[in-house]
């Protein structure tokens, strides 16, 4: 198997006659950021891009989603999915949360840890999201049973744990420390939150990670040529336990975060992230037949669709019609991942 198989970043920038994926998408997000100034002068009145809150908001908005989206990307480019992503969100808020209330709180679930250090909660949190994405390559791998049901079963099973962990109920009343994490900081007079901060660090690791190290050229090649990877001696099952491992941290990471935004944990949080993300990845040139991806596309495709959110907000779009608007540009994202695969296997 040769580099020229695997359409990796390797591959891309080795390439002299195309530019990076990512100058293509980095257009579409400006002509979208573009529409909705114009609108905003016609429709509104005002300016949809000169506004440091509404900024502010929308890379908070993405920062969740682009967490769980540079999981997913990975697992998408080994041609597999992640369905229960949202789900081990919602798993990972309510244990992070249970483990970081104050004494304060007369019906705390463990009154003995109430007022420990958040990082107990936090690695807590993470432990959880690591070890359902383990389970999650484990089924696979082991099984051979399809990601997506391996997957879905996982998104059933941690949203009904997430549910019976409290019966149900919210987890409320957190200690200052561990709602730092979604605090916001001033930078240079912008309103910068911290799991801005954390999705940016999490992209360039796995950038990096992915561009620069065998893990990414195992992950490349086995979503390229399962066959090939294998007769090259590349460990597929050990490789994609690591791949949802991976994918299931950092979605415990987003749980963490969410958990510390909203000051709560709430055994419905993180519904649908999964199907957020996947759009992210593939908006951002992820293909889902595997093989193809970059972090950095993955990236500039969450922001796009914090960009619609916010747009259609601003321009006061009705929510049905925002997930109809929503629904055609994914499906459309889909149609050119499978034009350019055609091209490509023609070329």
Do not use: C
């Amino acid at each position: 198997m040769t580099t020229n198989d695997v359409a990796g970043p390797a591959s891309i920038i080795g390439s002299k006659k195309r530019l990076p994926p990512e100058v293509s998408i980095l257009a579409v997000l400006i002509g979208i950021a573009l529409v909705f100034e114009i609108l905003g002068w016609i429709l509104v009145g005002d300016s949809f891009l000169m506004n440091k809150q509404r900024l502010s908001i929308i890379i908070l908005q993405v920062s969740v989603i682009g967490i769980i989206s540079v999981g997913v990307t990975q697992v998408i480019i080994t041609g597999g999915v992640d369905l229960s992503s949202g789900s081990v969100v919602g798993l990972v808020a309510m244990v992070a949360a249970s483990l970081a209330q104050t004494a304060a709180n007369p019906r705390a679930v463990y009154p003995s840890l109430t007022d420990i250090s958040p990082i107990f909660a936090i690695l807590a949190g993470l432990g959880v999201g690591l070890l359902a994405g383990w389970i999650n390559g484990f089924i696979i791998a082991k099984t051979k049973i399809p990601p997506f049901i391996a997957t879905l079963g996982m998104m059933v099973s941690a949203r009904g744990i997430a549910k019976w962990y409290t019966m149900g109920q919210p987890v409320a009343l957190l200690s200052d420390k561990f709602t730092w994490f979604g605090k916001s900081f001033e930078v240079f007079g912008f309103p910068l939150p911290l799991p801005v901060i954390i999705f940016l660090l999490v992209a360039l690791i796995f950038h990096i990670a992915l561009g620069y190290t065998r893990y990414g050229k195992f992950t490349y090649a086995i979503g390229a040529n399962q066959q090939a990877a294998r007769v090259s001696g590349i460990n597929i099952g050990n490789h994609l336990v690591k791949v949802y491992a991976i994918a299931g941290l950092l979605s415990g990471l987003a749980g963490v975060v969410t958990a510390a935004r909203a000051a709560s944990g709430q055994p419905n949080m993180g519904v649908a992230y999964e199907l957020d993300a996947i759009a992210a990845a593939v908006i951002g040139g992820t293909s889902l037949s595997g093989g193809v991806g970059r972090i950095s596309g993955t990236v500039i495709g969450t922001i796009i669709l914090g960009v619609l959110t916010s747009g259609f907000t601003f321009l006061k779009v009705g929510a049905y019609y925002q997930e109809i608007i929503k629904g055609i540009i994914i499906v459309a994202a889909v149609v050119i991942d499978q034009q350019r695969q055609n091209r490509r296997k023609k070329a």
